[in-house]
């Protein structure tokens, strides 16, 4: 009787995992991964915010966070090329750090999969304005269904979807690049005057300090990079196209934001105009009403395309979690189905959903704690990279970062400042979140450790004669009988 319960217990902790199936190169990669980053609706978005509180200095300090991302690139492609899985940061951070602290980057991971891309969806409405007016949370739920269904395709066929998308916000901010250089009212030396329009239309001047402050909204404009490591498991080749992949979308999207607002800051008629950040009515009055709606509708297009990413990446992370037996067995074998295209499509829908539902809720205060979250996850992957060369994975054949251990410990202490930034509300949730799932981890999985939260890596990605035994590749101990 115990030999047979062992034996149990072996097959179904050793049985092969199920796997995804690797179909795109660095080109399909990088599409998806671009998409994700988003970079005319970060650019029509996020960055009117910086204009607001930076003016001037606005350009300037988004190319000091995209160095600084340049850091957080490096450690996350040698991680990903080292642990290529669909978990993304977690597999990471549990083979480097403990089974704990990857549980913990989960549970962050977990708080942004379900609340940004609804929070982004809900946002369509805006650009869609000149040709039709749309209630918000209505026209973000029918987005976040329209990912879901683009979600549950072949990620072939999603690179392609998202590509043409991507190639039409890509054409949107060459415009506003175009437009405002050629109208331009000031030189170049003004990227970097430092001013910004005051109360009562007087002239501010920019502290260093505020450009540091604005760090914290700058450092993510690209941090979509990532996704290229939930994607690893489907890349050809993850040891090269990982990091290929992961630096390619940190240059590209660096660029594609950047020039824009170089030349928005360069041909705003005055420094109020572009302190209000409105970036369309400066595209309408550089051109004409025609142009402005397109650059909004494809803008509206950038969002509906990073929906499906987002849907694509997440559910991703939540099929990886039940193959690594996060949850209690029938809730793992629901999570870990694959369609007839290969995508796990019951975790598509679990992402997809919900997101649609959530639409209609007020989620100002969740998304200040998405912010805690992505911080806090960032934080646990640059330690977990200050760890990636200790034992057996100093010799595993990866893509190394260069200025090691400098670059992750550079970005440790910025991303401790950004939490110091944060509001104590927001720090408070994520820190009762983290707390429940810690008690989770300590009453449920931490005692079945044998046969739950086993973080694996795909077979083909440890090939070779140097492939460390890691824990996540061991398989687990057989509990001994009473």
């Known amino acids: 009787m115990t030999d ?3 034996k149990s217990v072996v097959d179904t902790a050793t049985a092969p995992a199920p796997g995804l199936k690797r179909s795109i190169g660095v080109v399909g990669g990088t599409l998806l991964t671009l998409s994700c980053v988003t970079p005319a609706s970060t650019l029509f978005v996020v960055v009117p915010d910086l204009f607001g509180s930076l003016g001037t200095a606005t350009a300037l300090t988004i190319a000091i966070g995209s160095l600084l991302c340049i850091a957080v690139a490096f450690c996350y492609s040698e991680l990903g090329t080292l642990i290529p899985s669909a978990g993304g940061e977690y597999a990471m951070v549990s083979t480097m750090a403990g089974r704990l602290a990857g549980w913990l980057v989960f549970v962050l991971s977990l708080l942004v ?10 946002g369509t409405a805006d650009y869609l304005a000149p040709i039709v007016h749309l209630d918000p949370s209505m026209t973000g739920a029918g987005v976040m269904l329209l990912a879901t269904l683009a979600g549950l395709l072949d990620l072939r066929a999603n690179a392609w979807i998202t590509g043409i998308f991507l190639v039409l916000e890509v054409i949107a901010a060459g415009v506003v690049a175009l ?4 109208h331009s009212h000031r030189g170049v030396g003004s990227l970097v005057s430092m001013q910004v329009a005051g109360a009562n239309g007087h002239t501010d001047t920019v502290t260093a300090m505020l450009v540091v402050s604005g760090l914290a ?7 979509g990079f990532s996704t290229a490591v939930y994607l690893s498991e489907e890349l050809e080749n993850p040891r090269r196209n990982v990091a290929r992949t992961v630096l390619a979308t940190l240059a590209i999207s ?3 934001i950047l020039v824009p607002v170089a030349a928005i800051t360069m041909g705003a008629s005055d420094l109020q105009q ?3 950040g409105d970036i369309s009515s400066m595209v309408t009055a550089w051109s004409n009403s025609a142009v402005g709606t397109f650059v909004s509708l494809c803008v509206a297009l950038a969002i509906i395309n990073a929906g499906i990413v987002m849907v694509i990446q997440n559910s991703r992370v939540l099929f990886a979690s039940a193959r690594d037996k996060a949850w209690p067995g029938p809730v793992n074998t629901v999570f870990s189905k694959l369609g007839r295209f290969g995508s796990p499509w019951v975790a598509t829908l679990a992402v997809g959903v919900p997101g649609a539902v959530l639409c209609f809720v007020n989620l100002d205060t969740l998304y200040g704690v998405t912010g805690v979250s992505v911080t806090g996850m960032y934080l646990l992957v ?4 200050l760890l990636a060369r200790r034992g057996s994975h100093k010799h595993t054949p990866a893509w190394r970062m260069p200025l090691w251990p400098a670059m992750p410990v550079l970005l440790i202490a910025v991303l401790a400042y950004i939490l110091t930034q944060q509001e104590t509300g927001y720090l408070l949730w994520t820190g009762g979140i983290t707390a429940a799932a810690t008690l989770y981890w300590a009453l449920y999985l931490r005692p079945r450790r044998d046969t739950h939260w086993l973080v694996s890596i795909p077979e083909d990605a440890q090939a070779g004669p140097h492939a460390p035994k890691t824990a996540a590749a061991r398989p687990p101990r057989v509990p001994r009988s009473r």
């Open 4 to 6: 047979t319960l062992q």
């Open 113 to 122: 999969v379900m609340i940004v891309p609804p929070v982004i969806a809900m």
């Open 179 to 182: 437009l405002g250089f050629s």
């Open 217 to 223: 909204i700058a450092l993510f404009v690209t941090q």
């Open 254 to 256: 660096t660029v594609v």
């Open 274 to 276: 572009l302190t209000g």
């Open 382 to 385: 640059a330690i977990a990279a």
